[in-house]
T-cell receptor, first 113, second 113 residues
């Protein structure tokens, strides 16, 4: 079974802290994605990566950065956490071929206080 | 401009057939149509994908008319456990040609006894 693992299920951080959300997949997928999900807004794409060290901005990249040093790992970084970044964060991965199935992690619920 | 449009919510009763329609007027020639299901506190999971006519699997059927400007996800004889949010996706590409996954707000299906 494909596994996408997010490092934390729940996280509480203080305003101004640097926050790292980690995601690891075990299927040798080229693509990896980070989304945030807020009530009434669906899933919004923050960043995605189609290869090691390669990244593309999604629809809401402001306040976030990413790192992909190894194929299996994709990190989302909040340089200086703010309360409006309180959200559910979801990581996904897929093969690069178009129209292939994406697999999601269980999500990290981040609260910034 | 939204790539897909779905109803915000639908209600049904156990044992009924549920049809959720998605509009995608600007679908590209080589785009597939993909549906995902999301339960509360979980990441989305792939349900079904199609290009044209009809696709059926053990979970659902997908009907796509000849003009491909819409599609209908059909869930036969729903049960309480089908209560979830359903997302319709079509291809979305970056300026560099890589396919990214863009979710809308989805359709919230509530199945009652």
């Amino acid at each position: 079974d494909v596994k996408v693992t997010q490092s934390s299920r729940y996280l509480v951080k203080r305003t101004g802290e640097k926050v790292f959300l980690e995601c690891v997949q075990d299927m040798d997928h080229e693509n990896m994605f980070w989304y945030r999900q807020d009530p009434g807004l669906g899933l919004r794409l923050i960043y995605f990566s189609y290869d090691v060290k390669m990244k593309e901005k999604g629809d809401i990249p402001e306040g976030y950065s990413v790192s992909r040093e190894k194929k299996e790992r994709f990190s989302l970084i909040l340089e200086s956490a703010s309360t409006n970044q309180t959200s559910m964060y979801l990581c996904a991965s897929s093969f690069r071929s178009p129209n292939t199935e994406a697999f999601f992690g269980q999500g990290t619920r981040l609260t910034v206080v | 401009l939204a790539k897909t449009t779905q109803p915000i919510s639908m209600d049904s009763y156990e044992g009924q057939e549920v049809n959720i329609t998605c509009s995608h007027n600007n679908i590209a020639t080589n785009d597939y149509i993909t549906w995902y299901q999301q339960f509360p506190s979980q990441g989305p999971r792939f349900i079904i994908q199609g290009y044209k006519t009809k696709v059926t699997n053990e979970v659902a059927s997908l009907f796509i008319p000849a003009d491909r400007k819409s599609s209908t996800l059909s869930l036969p004889r729903v049960s309480l456990s089908d209560t979830a949010v359903y997302y319709c996706l079509v291809g979305d590409r970056t300026n560099t040609g890589f396919q990214k996954l863009v979710f809308g707000t989805g359709t919230r299906l509530l199945v009652s006894p």
